[in-house]
């Protein structure tokens, strides 16, 4: 039997959901599907002169709570798909923070690091042309996500701009502080993801002082994450990047690690370590496990292998939805993707905002807002699950579904 593609996921989820609510058949395929969905293809000169055609995508799932929100990834693995599926997820993870987003996605079927600088650059400001037809401040605003970074969001952000004819720093968020960016929003989604690790510990009564981590995938939300809870006193005991991991019981030194990959690319070779593979790195004894690299990570194949007391999915997806039931028939405590990782574009909305009335916060203040989201996010979570007696990922997903059905109800069908 195949797998399950990330989408047939992701409407599974719902499925279950609006299942529980007795959602009405009409307000069913309206969120069941895309709003909209734009493919692109397009040519970039390389810097040889040779003309390569690459291929892109934007969807936006749901706009009844705002403008459509999420990030651009820039991966060989992209697909409508998996696209589809994060534009989704995306709709759930704003509704499930409260904040006034619709879901979107976009990416690029392309490997960011086979280009140079000038290719990327070129690329970006093309993509950005194709999808200009969608994108724009109160319509769809970008950020960053796998394979970009705020280089690439302020190429994003100049190239709508020089269409419009003025500067339109709100048209993306994840940019530099120097054009708009936001304070705190390089670590956002680990910060949020460390707020909501600290409430769930105090829920479960076991202290983050003392707890092992496990940590797949050490990229910026990984490594943060890591270098945070190091600072709370827990023992990060294992990470891994797409090569594979480290694994030391008594304790990684985060700091040490992180020097080590920026001077070598990678963690291979790392000393002071064992080395082992991603799929390892799952199945050690820990406190807490925190998948940070690419969907689907936690099956039917592994889920009754895995150790860990708690697990909060900083990616997208990570855990497939037989795997979740299997962990919480185990007692597992699943914090899911759609709350645990939703820091980032909590304060890509702060950005936004910010970008709207040309009015700065500092690093406190975003720091301080995003703590008040996560935290009252995640109460509101954990009450409805205790509630209806289910796991975390369905209190979720019936929260969020709830707020936007609700919204489309109260707005009506046009016309």
């Known amino acids: 039997m195949t797998a399950a593609t990330p989408y047939e996921n992701a409407r599974r989820m719902f499925d279950h959901a609006a299942d529980l609510m007795n959602l009405d058949g009409g307000m069913r395929n309206i969120l069941r599907s895309a709003q909209r969905e734009l493919m692109v293809t397009f040519p970039v000169k390389m810097d040889d002169g040779r003309i390569e055609v690459f291929t892109g995508f934007r969807v936006q799932h749901n706009i009844v709570r705002g403008p459509a929100k999420g990030g651009i990834r820039y991966h060989p693995s992209v697909d409508i798909d998996s696209i589809r599926a994060f534009a989704m997820l995306m709709t759930w993870k704003c509704a499930t923070v409260n904040i006034p987003f619709g879901g979107a996605k976009g990416g690029v079927i392309v490997d960011p690091k086979q280009l140079s600088r000038a290719e990327l650059e070129r690329l970006t400001r093309r993509y950005t042309s194709e999808i200009s037809i969608l994108i724009g401040p109160d319509r769809d605003i970008p950020a960053p996500d796998i394979g970009t970074d705020s280089q690439i969001m302020a190429w994003i952000m100049d190239t709508y701009s020089m269409h419009s004819d003025h500067t339109v720093p709100a048209v993306v968020t994840g940019k530099p502080l120097n054009i708009g960016g936001s304070h705190g929003r390089n670590e956002a989604t680990a910060r949020g993801l460390v707020a909501i690790l600290r409430e769930a510990s105090e829920a ?7 707890a092992r981590v496990a940590i797949q995938g050490f990229g910026n939300v990984g490594a943060n994450c890591a270098r945070m809870l190091e600072e709370f006193g827990a023992s990060v005991v294992a990470v891994s990047d797409s090569k594979g991991g480290l694994y030391n019981p008594r304790g990684l030194h985060i700091t040490q690690v992180q020097a080590y990959r920026d001077r070598n690319g990678s963690l291979d070779g790392y000393p002071e370590a064992d080395r082992i593979s991603n799929a390892e790195l799952l199945e050690l004894p820990c406190d807490m496990l925190i998948p940070a690299a690419m969907h689907s990570q936690i099956t039917t194949q592994n889920a009754d292998r895995i150790k860990a007391r708690i697990i909060g999915e900083a990616a997208n ?8 039931e299997l962990l919480f028939d185990r007692g597992v405590f699943v914090i899911p993707d759609i709350l645990a990782n939703a820091g980032g574009v909590t304060v890509s909305y702060f950005e936004w905002v910010q970008g709207l009335q040309e009015f ?9 807002q995003l703590e008040r989201v996560m935290v009252a996010a995640f109460q509101n979570v954990l009450h409805l699950a205790q509630e209806r007696r289910t796991n975390m990922r369905t209190a979720a997903y019936l929260l969020a579904v709830e707020r936007v059905a ?4 109260t707005r009506g069908i046009y016309p």
Not at 360 to 368: C, G, L, P, Q
Not at 406 to 409: E, H, I, K, V, W
């Open 204 to 210: 479960l009564s076991f202290r983050v002082d003392g």
């Open 317 to 324: 997806g990570p855990t497939t939805p037989e795997a979740d």
């Open 360 to 368: 700065f916060w500092t690093e406190r203040e975003v720091n301080a």
């Open 406 to 409: 609700s919204a489309t109800a």
